[in-house]
């Protein structure tokens, strides 16, 4: 008698677990715009945000890549040999955009272009190592604007009102230890995340900036009119012709403002540092391609300098570099733990014979060390 109560005990546990389970993720109700919490985030002011591991990701043409950071090679996501990976009109399950993507150490989270046959919008985790897909977040609507933070995944989801051409947005905030969901509120309707970065939310509304803490509270203006707030520091440039001529940087703390660097082509902030590629005087000729002589702008180099105008120094010289680009959009795709990434561009031939410009190689630099890789890809094999 008592072990028949002791399995009916059993059974009853596991149908519980199971339901729960299979449950969808529920969405959680909107705070009050007085609701400021503690995000339990361990960052200082110069933080990352950003989690180490061993991949970094990006989607070209519909193709989306993973660069394995310790050997140095990448791969296709999707390992059907015959997928086309185009992004409009394809079965391809990974072809994505940028825009609809963002890694938490060796864990990709996206979302595909369109709905899926089904008629929803699938928000899901993919390992790189185990090559796991995983179910975040389902939507009747659109899933966009997706960032990430440390541990947490921020995104936007847009329903259809019963009005035409109307959508109610809404921001959640995805713990990807605890899968806790909860929604972010700045307490304007019309304001629309564009990046996070040291600990603070940017937001834009009506093409002004403003930004808040990780639970959307202390609503602050964000200047990005030739300067850009970085934790304690407030960098601030002047223009040339091609170029960012002079960069200052004023630690807010102290009040004291020094040049740290000159004419700046482009450049990543990542921690404490300013890393940055400078136009060469006398650039060389990197490639011929049909009788057109191609110059390398650049000349292969990272420079790096704190913040504070220290330690100012060339990272590395890497040849067969010829630098394309950080990432497209935000800043934040491609750096995994201490290591950034740069596109490398690249001319390579396809089936037909004709040299396509690809930014499918990618230079990924250790910060602290100064150690790289160049990952080369010839997406036409």
Same mark, same amino acid.
């Given at each position: 008698?008592?072990?028949?109560?002791?399995?009916?005990?059993?059974?009853?546990?596991?149908?519980?677990?199971? +339901?729960?389970?299979?449950?969808?993720?529920?969405?959680?109700?909107?705070?009050?715009?007085?609701?400021?919490? /503690?995000?339990?985030?361990?960052? &200082?002011?110069?933080?990352?945000?950003?989690?180490?591991?061993?991949? *970094?990701?990006?989607?070209?043409?519909?193709?989306?890549?993973?660069?394995?950071?310790?050997?140095?090679?990448?791969?296709?996501?999707?390992?059907?040999?015959?997928?086309?990976?185009?992004? %409009? +009109?394809?079965?391809?399950?990974? =072809?994505?955009? /940028?825009?609809?993507?963002?890694?938490? +150490?060796?864990?990709?989270?996206?979302?595909?272009?369109?709905? !899926?046959?089904?008629?929803?919008?699938?928000?899901? !985790?993919?390992?790189?190592?185990?090559?796991?897909?995983?179910?975040?977040?389902?939507?009747?609507?659109?899933?966009?604007?997706?960032? !990430?933070?440390?541990?947490?995944?921020?995104?936007?989801?847009?329903?259809?009102?019963?009005?035409?051409?109307?959508?109610?947005?809404?921001?959640?905030?995805?713990?990807?230890?605890? /899968?806790?969901?909860?929604?972010?509120?700045?307490?304007?309707?019309?304001?629309?995340?564009?990046?996070?970065?040291?600990?603070? #939310?940017?937001?834009?509304?009506?093409? $002004?900036?403003?930004?808040?803490?990780?639970?959307?509270?202390?609503?602050?203006?964000?200047?990005?009119?030739?300067?850009?707030?970085? +934790?304690?520091?407030?960098?601030?440039?002047?223009?040339?012709?091609?170029?960012?001529?002079? *960069?200052?940087?004023?630690?807010?703390?102290?009040?004291?403002?020094?040049?740290? =660097?000159?004419?700046? =082509?482009?450049?990543?902030?990542?921690?404490?540092?300013?890393?940055?590629? $400078? %136009?060469?005087?006398?650039?060389?000729?990197?490639?011929?391609?049909? &009788?057109?002589?191609?110059?390398?702008?650049?000349?292969?180099?990272?420079?790096?300098?704190?913040?504070?105008?220290?330690?100012?120094?060339?990272?590395?010289?890497?040849?067969? %570099?010829?630098?394309?680009?950080? !990432?497209?959009?935000?800043?934040?795709?491609?750096?995994?733990?201490?290591?950034?990434?740069?596109?490398?561009?690249?001319?390579?031939?396809?089936?037909?014979?004709?040299?396509?410009?690809?930014?499918?190689?990618?230079? #990924?630099?250790?910060?602290?060390?100064?150690?790289?890789?160049?990952?080369?890809?010839?997406?036409?094999?």
């Amino acid at each position: 008698m008592m072990k028949r109560k002791l399995l009916l005990t059993i059974l009853a546990l596991l149908c519980i677990l199971l +339901g729960s389970c299979g449950q969808k993720q529920q969405r959680p109700e909107r705070p009050t715009h007085e609701r400021i919490t /503690s995000s339990e985030l361990e960052y &200082g002011e110069v933080e990352t945000g950003t989690v180490p591991g061993d991949y *970094m990701f990006q989607a070209f043409n519909g193709l989306l890549l993973k660069y394995h950071i310790p050997t140095g090679t990448a791969s296709p996501v999707c390992q059907d040999p015959f997928c086309p990976h185009e992004r %409009f +009109g394809s079965s391809c399950p990974f =072809a994505i955009s /940028s825009r609809l993507m963002t890694s938490i +150490g060796n864990v990709l989270y996206y979302n595909l272009d369109s709905s !899926s046959s089904d008629g929803q919008h699938h928000l899901r !985790s993919y390992d790189a190592d185990s090559m796991k897909v995983e179910e975040i977040y389902t939507s009747n609507g659109l899933l966009s604007r997706i960032f !990430s933070y440390n541990y947490y995944l921020y995104f936007m989801e847009s329903l259809p009102t019963q009005v035409e051409g109307d959508f109610n947005v809404t921001y959640y905030r995805y713990n990807t230890r605890s /899968s806790e969901l909860e929604v972010i509120d700045c307490g304007h309707p019309f304001a629309r995340m564009e990046l996070i970065e040291v600990g603070r #939310i940017v937001w834009v509304d009506d093409l $002004k900036y403003y930004s808040t803490d990780l639970d959307g509270g202390d609503w602050r203006v964000y200047d990005q009119n030739y300067c850009r707030e970085w +934790g304690k520091y407030k960098l601030r440039w002047t223009l040339g012709k091609w170029t960012y001529d002079k *960069m200052y940087c004023k630690d807010l703390s102290t009040g004291e403002e020094v040049l740290i =660097a000159e004419d700046v =082509a482009d450049f990543y902030v990542y921690g404490d540092k300013l890393l940055y590629v $400078k %136009f060469v005087e006398n650039p060389q000729i990197w490639i011929t391609v049909d &009788g057109d002589d191609h110059k390398d702008l650049y000349g292969g180099n990272i420079y790096v300098v704190d913040l504070d105008g220290t330690d100012s120094k060339r990272l590395c010289h890497v040849d067969g %570099f010829v630098y394309g680009g950080p !990432s497209p959009n935000r800043h934040n795709e491609f750096i995994c733990g201490d290591w950034v990434g740069f596109i490398s561009e690249n001319y390579y031939q396809d089936k037909h014979g004709n040299h396509n410009l690809t930014s499918t190689d990618m230079l #990924i630099v250790n910060v602290v060390t100064g150690e790289y890789r160049l990952i080369k890809y010839n997406p036409y094999e």
